[in-house]
C-alpha cells in the first residue's frame, strides 16, 4: 500500500487549528512594547519608584516590572489603575501615536529642568482655572502636638521615597535659634511672618514632599492660607487625653506640672482649633491605633485621594 503524500510544500509553515495570525501576535508585541515604553517614561519623568506605583495603583511590583518589559499581558482594568496612578489615561497609554506635539515635549523638558521657584510659577500660572493643581505632589499634615505629625510624616516620606520637613525645623535652621529664643525675640507677630516665609521656602525647594507644621500654624491667616492652596492637608486628630498623654511620653511634663487645669485648656484649644483643622482636605483619626496601623490610614487616605498624582479641582 502506497504511503499518502504531504500536499504542502516543504519549508511552509503550518497554522495550528486556533492560533493568532503571526501579523495579530506582531501587532500584539509592538502595542505591548508601546505600553511599556510609555508606562515606564511617565514613572521616571515623575521620579517615581516602581513600589510606589505599586502602592498607588494596587498593581504588583513585580507585574510592573513584566508591564515595563513588555512581557506582561495586562488588562484594561489594571491598565487603567496604572494610568490613574501615573495621572494619565488608559487610552493615552495604548494610543498608536504620541498624543502630545513635539513642542509640548519641549516646554515639558525645559520645566524639569527649571530651578524650582520656576517651576513653581510655572505650575502657579497655568493653574488659574484649577487651583488643585498646584497640590500635586505635596502633603501637609496639620493638628494639635501629639497627633503623630512628625512621626507618621517620616515614616510616610520613607514608604513613599519623599523628602520630610517639619516647619519649626526651618525655621530654627535659618533664623540660627532654637524656637525659645525665636519667640522671645521676634514675639508671636514676627513669628508668624517667620512661619510663612519658612512656607514659601519649603515650596521654592520641592515639588513632591511631605511637610509637617506645628499645631498653632491655622492662628496665621497667611501661612495657612497658603498651606490650603499649595498643598494637599490632612487633619491627624485623636482624643484630648492620648494629645497629654503623648507628649508626656515624649518627655515634656509642662502641660501638667503644677496646672490642674491643663487638660481642661487643651480641650478648649482644641475646640477653638477644630473648625480650622477641619478646612483640610482629609483627616486620620490616630486614637487608640497602634503607628503601623494609623500608617497605613494615612497612606490609604493618600491613595484614595489621588494626593501625589492626578491633580484635584
Not at 512628625?150 to 525655621?171: D, K, M, Q
Request: glycine share 8%; proline share 6%.
Amino acid at each position: 500500500m502506497s504511503k499518502p503524500t504531504d500536499p504542502t510544500p516543504r519549508g511552509t509553515l503550518v497554522r495550528v487549528p486556533g492560533a493568532p495570525e503571526p501579523h495579530a501576535q506582531d501587532n500584539a508585541a509592538r502595542l505591548m512594547a508601546r505600553v511599556a515604553a510609555r508606562v515606564r517614561d511617565l514613572r521616571k519623568a515623575q521620579r517615581m519608584p516602581r513600589r510606589v506605583l505599586s502602592e498607588m495603583s494596587g498593581v504588583s511590583p513585580r507585574y510592573l516590572a513584566q508591564l515595563e518589559a513588555g512581557e506582561g499581558n495586562i488588562s484594561i482594568a489594571l491598565l487603567q489603575r496604572v494610568a490613574d496612578a501615573l495621572g494619565a489615561t488608559a487610552e493615552s497609554l495604548l494610543a498608536a501615536e504620541e498624543t502630545t506635539s513635539a513642542d509640548v515635549q519641549d516646554v515639558v523638558s525645559l520645566y524639569r529642568q527649571a530651578p524650582a521657584a520656576v517651576r513653581e510659577e510655572v505650575r502657579r500660572l497655568l493653574s488659574t482655572g484649577n487651583p488643585g493643581a498646584l497640590r500635586r505632589g505635596r502633603i501637609c499634615l496639620v493638628g494639635l502636638r501629639g497627633a503623630g505629625k512628625s512621626t507618621l510624616g517620616r515614616l510616610a516620606a520613607e514608604t513613599l521615597s519623599l523628602p520630610f520637613v517639619e516647619l519649626t525645623s526651618e525655621i530654627e535652621t535659618f533664623t540660627g535659634m532654637p524656637m525659645s529664643e525665636i519667640l522671645a525675640l521676634y514675639g508671636q507677630e514676627g513669628y508668624r511672618r517667620l512661619e510663612t516665609e519658612a512656607v514659601v521656602r519649603v515650596l521654592e525647594k520641592h515639588d513632591r514632599m511631605i511637610l509637617a507644621v506645628a499645631g498653632g500654624v491655622v492662628a496665621g491667616e497667611q501661612a495657612y492660607t497658603l498651606l490650603l492652596e499649595r498643598f494637599h492637608t490632612v487633619w491627624l486628630r485623636t482624643s484630648p487625653a492620648e494629645h497629654m498623654q503623648r507628649v508626656r511620653a515624649q518627655g515634656d511634663l509642662r502641660p501638667m506640672e503644677g496646672n490642674p487645669g491643663a487638660m481642661a485648656q487643651l480641650r478648649a484649644l482644641l475646640d477653638a482649633r477644630t473648625p480650622h483643622y477641619e478646612r483640610a482636605e482629609a483627616q486620620v483619626n490616630t486614637s487608640n491605633r497602634t503607628v503601623p496601623a494609623s500608617l497605613n490610614d494615612l497612606l490609604a487616605v493618600f491613595a484614595s485621594n489621588n494626593f501625589l498624582n492626578s491633580p484635584k479641582s
